[in-house]
């Protein structure tokens, strides 16, 4: 290679760099990773006023009647899932859930084990920009406790045969028993 | 298939041990056939005689920049899992000192004396041995240096978080910088070497 061939390889190169760099310049951000932003004020009034979960009755209650627009997700790993999930969930894991498309319209349940994961995942889903999200309180174990084997009194009230029919709508079975005092059983149920 | 491969779990730990000899025997190899295994071709650099080494540099600089932001646009490259070292503006300032000095004092800088050595110089083997002792020294002596090791933590700086920039302008400006500096660096040679002949 002469010193010219070399020189025009070189011009060459740099008009590459150049036309690259101006690419760049308007190409945007080259980071995969979605940014959100947190108003935490916002969040916070949001946990106080406790418009951030559903309790397992309510979820039930919306899937029997078939709201419109509801997705529930299910956190949870594959095996979890293939062993038992909530009717019509869907799983999306909690390392997924930032790149999983949402629409406006739809409002998002989001339930785990427990409750911890989907409370980390309505953070990521809020900061996100997803205003109706929502994330079960006590999770799969409040939906198994308080959906599909509820305890009802021995003397059925009407509460009774509703949660009754609620959970044998979702194949559930009701037990006979003394129901634990509303304190008790909302502190149980925030156990997560 | 998506990068950082290995922080993406395409290879476990021995075939990445594998793959960086392998990359650190081609950059060697590269450097050597650049010609940076001479110590006096590295000291043009400081007489203004020969300026390959901040011309390799920089292009290397510039070809991994455009390269690392091109992938990470077109998905190819998840920059968030590249380690960016973090920056701590004193202790990297003095070790910047000792670095041009060493580099000044023995006419080679650490990658440049490993090709040396291996290509046989004596001047590069001393460099690598001078190199290995201070890196025991400064292990042996770490607890009087920690202070100064960890002192004026800046965390992970990068320039468009520095300069407020977006990334790509940020790729832009340091491009136009290189092809200046290249441009720079040819005619201050063609001046010093016409007045030397």
């Known amino acids: 290679m002469t010193a010219d061939d070399t020189r025009r390889v070189i011009v060459w190169l740099g008009i590459g760099a150049i036309v690259l760099a101006t690419g760049a310049a308007i190409a945007g951000d080259p980071y995969l990773g979605k940014k959100g932003t947190i108003d935490v004020d916002v969040l916070a009034r949001t946990v106080t006023q406790e418009d951030d979960h559903v309790t397992a009755v309510e979820l039930a209650g919306w899937i029997r009647e078939r709201r419109a627009h509801v997705r529930v997700i299910d956190v949870r790993s594959e095996k979890e899932f293939d062993e038992y999930h909530i009717p019509t969930a869907e799983r999306i894991p909690l390392g997924s859930l930032t790149s999983a498309r949402f629409a406006p319209t739809e409002t998002i349940v989001l339930y785990s084990e427990g409750g911890a994961h989907a409370a980390q995942g309505w953070v990521f889903l809020r900061a996100l920009g997803h205003q109706r999200v929502f994330f079960l309180r006590g999770g799969l174990n409040e939906w198994l406790e308080e959906v599909m084997s509820p305890t009802v009194g021995t003397r059925p009230s009407h509460a009774d045969s509703v949660t009754s029919a609620l959970s044998k709508y979702f194949g559930g079975t009701p037990q006979l028993g003394e129901r634990a005092p509303a304190t008790v059983a909302r502190l149980r149920r925030r156990g997560c | ?197």
């Open chain 2, 1 to 197: 298939m998506r990068a950082p491969l290995y922080e993406l779990g395409a290879f476990g730990n021995t075939a990445a041990l594998f793959v960086a000899v392998l990359i650190g025997v081609a950059f060697g190899w590269c450097l050597e056939r650049a010609g940076m295994g001479s110590a006096r071709k590295l000291a043009g650099q400081f007489y203004f005689t020969d300026l390959t080494v901040f011309k390799v540099m920089f292009s290397a600089i510039v070809t991994a920049m455009l390269g690392a932001f091109w992938l990470g646009r077109i998905g190819w490259l998840d920059l968030s899992r590249v380690y960016v070292p973090e920056t701590f503006a004193v202790p990297q300032l003095v070790g910047g000192l000792v670095f041009g000095v060493g580099f000044v004092v023995g006419g080679l800088c650490p990658g440049t004396s490993c090709v040396a050595a291996a290509t046989g110089r004596g001047d590069g083997m001393m460099l690598v041995a001078g190199m290995f002792s201070g890196a025991i020294a400064s292990g042996l002596g770490f607890r009087t240096l920690e202070p100064l090791y960890s002192s004026t933590p800046l965390g992970t700086l990068t320039l468009p978080q520095a300069l407020h920039l977006p990334y790509g302008v940020v790729v832009a400006l340091v491009v136009l910088v290189a092809l200046g500096g290249f441009r720079g660096a040819e005619w201050i040679e063609s001046r010093v070497n016409a007045r030397a002949s």
